[in-house]
C-alpha cells in the first residue's frame, strides 16, 4: 500500500484529485493534502510517502523547488507534476529531476490515473538478487544495453588521471571535439560498486564486474541522458560521469548545482541498489573551469569516496564538505575527524535553535550557514544526536506553542504565525499529531 502527497494552492483542486484517486481501487493507503510547498515539507518529513503530486506555481515555494527538497529527503520518491502552463522549461527541469510526469490543466482523468499507476508500479520494484540481476541482464527485452566505444572510454580514462601540468598538450592530441569536452565548466562523479556483502550470494568474476559496470553505466546514461551534459565511460574499478556547463547554463541562478549534484548522486545510488540489487559509493568534486583541472577533479571525487571508511552507513559524499585545507596532513586523524563533525553539527543546532520559528526554514538554509551540503547535514545531525535534524526542528516548534497556549491568551492564528507556520490549519495538524489533542483541547 502506498502514501500519495497532493499538493496545490487551490484547495479545490486538491479536494478533486484526492477524491478521484480514493474511488480508483489502487493501492493506496493515505492520500495527504497541503496548499503551499513548506506544508507539503511537513509531510515529507513526516510521513513515508511514495508518490508526490505537485503543481509547479504555488506562491513562496515552486513545485520545481518542492520536488528538489522532497527528493533530497528521498531520491526513491516519486513524482508527477501538473501545471497550468505548458512551458517547455518548466517540463524540462521538471524532468531533469526525475518526474514521472508533467501533466498540463485543466487535467485528463485517465492520463493522470495512467500515469499514477506508473508511477506506483516502478515504486514498488523489489531488489532482484545478485543472480536474478545478471539473468535480468541477459535479457535484452528487459534490459536494453549499448556498447561504449572502448577506444573512447581509454582516452577518457587517461585523461582524467593525468596531472593537470600535462592535460592541455594531451588534451590537444586526443582531439576534445571528439570526445565532447566542451565544458569550460566541469565536475565528475565517480562510482564504486560496493560487492562485499553479495558475495556471499555468487562470486564475482572480473568479466561479471565488468558487466555490472556495463549496467550501471546504461543506467546512468537512462537518467542523464535529455537533461544533463555529460560524458559517462567505466574503467577496471569504477564509473566516472563527467559533468559540463557551457557559460550560459553555469550562470543560471536556479537550484544551486552542487545540490543538483548531490541529488544527482542519490539517485544513482538509489536506481543501481534498485535495479541491480548493489550498493554503491559515490563521489562528486568540486565544479572548476578549464580541462586542466580534470586530473584534480577526479582526484577530489576519489579523496570523497574514501570517506565512506569512516561513514559506512553513508554512500554519497561531496569533496567539499570536509575542511581539507584546516589539516597539515594529507589525512586527519580520527579525532579530528570527530572533532569537525561535531562542531558541524554544534553549528546547526545553534542556528536552529535561534530560527526554528522563521517561516520557510528550509534544510538548504541550514546547510548553507554550515558551509556544507543537506545531504551531509542530515546524515551527520542523526548520526551524532539520534534524531532527525527536521525532528529538532517541530520538537523546538511543538514546545514553544504548548508553552504559549498554557501561558497566553494568544489565539492560534497568533501562536501559528510565531511558531514559524503558514496557516493555523496547517499548525492545528502538526500539533495535533505531535501531541495526540488538538490546541484547543490542550487548552482546555
Not at 508533467?102 to 499507476?117: A, F, G, T, W
Not at 573512447?152 to 596531472?163: D, G, N, V, W
Not at 542519490?266 to 559509493?281: D, E, P
Not at 584546516?326 to 589525512?331: A, G, H, K, L
Request: with cysteine; proline share 3%.
Amino acid at each position: 500500500m502506498y502514501n500519495v502527497l497532493i499538493v496545490d494552492d487551490e484547495p479545490l483542486i486538491c479536494k478533486g484529485l484526492s477524491g478521484l484517486l480514493a474511488s480508483t481501487g489502487l493501492p493506496i493507503q493515505s492520500i495527504y493534502t497541503a496548499h503551499s510547498g513548506h506544508e507539503a515539507l511537513d509531510y515529507l518529513r513526516m510521513e513515508e510517502i511514495h508518490l508526490l503530486i505537485t503543481d509547479i506555481q504555488m506562491g513562496a515555494m515552486s513545485g520545481i523547488e518542492l520536488m528538489h527538497q522532497a527528493k533530497m529527503l528521498n531520491p526513491a520518491i516519486e513524482a508527477i507534476i501538473i501545471s497550468a502552463h505548458e512551458t517547455f522549461q518548466y517540463a524540462q527541469q521538471a524532468i531533469r529531476l526525475g518526474a514521472k510526469d508533467y501533466l498540463v490543466k485543466p487535467l485528463n482523468e485517465n492520463l493522470l490515473l495512467d500515469s499514477v499507476r506508473d508511477a506506483l508500479l516502478k515504486s514498488s520494484h523489489r531488489r532482484p538478487s545478485l543472480d536474478e540481476t545478471f539473468s535480468l541482464l541477459a535479457d535484452s527485452d528487459h534490459f536494453h544495453m549499448e556498447e561504449p566505444l572502448q577506444d573512447r572510454m581509454s582516452l577518457l580514462a587517461e585523461l582524467i588521471k593525468e596531472p593537470s601540468t600535462f592535460i592541455e598538450p594531451l588534451a590537444q592530441t586526443l582531439q576534445l571535439e571528439e570526445l565532447k569536452l566542451r565544458g569550460p565548466y566541469f565536475a565528475i562523479l565517480t562510482i564504486r560498486l560496493d560487492l562485499s556483502k553479495r558475495k556471499a550470494e555468487r562470486e564475482v568474476t572480473p568479466a561479471d564486474l565488468g558487466l555490472l559496470h556495463y549496467a550501471s553505466l546504461n543506467m546512468i546514461e537512462e537518467l542523464m541522458r535529455d537533461d544533463w551534459q555529460h560524458i559517462a565511460f567505466y574503467t577496471e574499478q569504477e564509473i566516472h560521469v563527467i559533468v559540463q556547463w557551457d557559460e550560459e547554463a553555469y550562470q543560471d541562478t536556479g537550484i544551486p548545482k552542487i545540490h543538483h549534484l548531490e541529488m544527482l548522486g542519490r539517485t544513482i545510488h538509489a536506481s543501481i541498489l534498485k535495479y541491480l540489487g548493489l550498493s554503491c559509493v559515490v563521489g562528486i568534486s568540486q565544479i572548476l573551469r578549464g580541462v586542466s583541472f580534470l586530473g584534480v577533479l577526479s582526484e577530489q571525487a576519489h579523496k570523497a569516496i574514501s570517506w565512506n571508511q569512516q561513514h559506512r552507513d553513508h554512500y554519497v559524499f561531496y569533496y567539499g564538505n570536509f575542511h581539507w585545507s584546516q589539516y597539515d596532513r594529507e589525512e586527519p586523524t580520527e579525532d579530528e575527524l570527530h572533532q569537525q563533525n561535531n562542531s558541524i553539527v554544534e553549528q546547526a543546532k545553534a542556528f536552529i535553535d535561534g530560527n526554528y520559528a522563521q517561516k520557510g526554514l528550509t534544510l538548504h538554509e541550514v546547510a548553507q550557514k554550515n558551509h556544507v551540503s543537506p545531504n551531509y547535514l542530515s546524515y551527520l545531525y542523526k548520526k551524532f544526536t539520534g534524531y532527525n535534524l527536521w525532528e529538532y526542528v517541530i520538537k523546538l516548534r511543538m514546545e514553544e506553542s504548548k508553552r504559549l497556549l498554557l501561558q497566553t491568551d494568544l489565539r492560534r492564528y497568533e501562536i501559528s504565525e510565531r511558531v514559524g507556520y503558514e496557516s493555523p490549519e496547517h499548525f492545528s495538524k502538526i500539533f495535533k499529531k505531535y501531541y495526540g489533542m488538538s490546541p484547543s483541547e490542550v487548552k482546555k
